[in-house]
């Protein structure tokens, strides 16, 4: 489990991201961050992968993520997102995910285990035939599943990912549907996405931020409830529907 409290965060310049933010993320769940664009999100997400500094408190299964060493926070949590792949496009596939590897790995060179890590998350998300390729020769979409697989390889108990779908297409939205269950078991799975019918497909639990404060922590069903708040959120229409028995969210445009 993840616990957050009072968790206020500020650039410089003064512009506070996240102003005493309380949570908790549950464990073997998926969860999704929603909230607009600049709504926190994302600052969430790094602060508590440790990337950026705050004040307040953040327990990822009992470590105090303040007090423990980021190489230790490293093998606990993966955070994904592309914005952080650009030293990287030089290198294939093969070997940025190899050198992500590496706070895990046993020694200082490539082990078979590294290797066999390498494989079987390259199969997982169908990137296998792309291993010889450097990053810089990707599609957008394609490089997105790179980037998920280069936290998937360290084998962490926790992933975040910023903008989980970003950029792929409704056939790999539909691999990752059926993976982030397995992902989240024995740890935790936390995503943000800007698809509303995406996320209400595969969330299990659900933060709602904006202005750097959380406005909702909970269950679809309780979502749905404060639908009116959650349009207020975005100044959007959205409409709750069935489908299938499964309650889903959906944006109205026109």
Known sequence: MIVVADLSVTFPGGFKALNNVTVKIPSNKVTCILGPNGAGKTTLLRTIAKMLSFKGSILIDGFVVAR????????????????????LLSLTVEEALLTARYPVSRGFLESREDYAVVERVSRELKINHLLKRKLSQLSSGELQRVVLALALVKEPRILLFDELDAHVDIGVKSILAKLVHKWASGGAVVFTTHDVLFRCSIGEYFIVIAGGRVLYAGDLDGLIERLDDLKEVYGAEISAVEVSERKLLIPRYV
């Open 68 to 87: 423990t060493p980021l190489k230790t926070i490293a093998r606990l949590v993966s955070y994904a997102s592309q914005l952080y792949v650009h030293e």
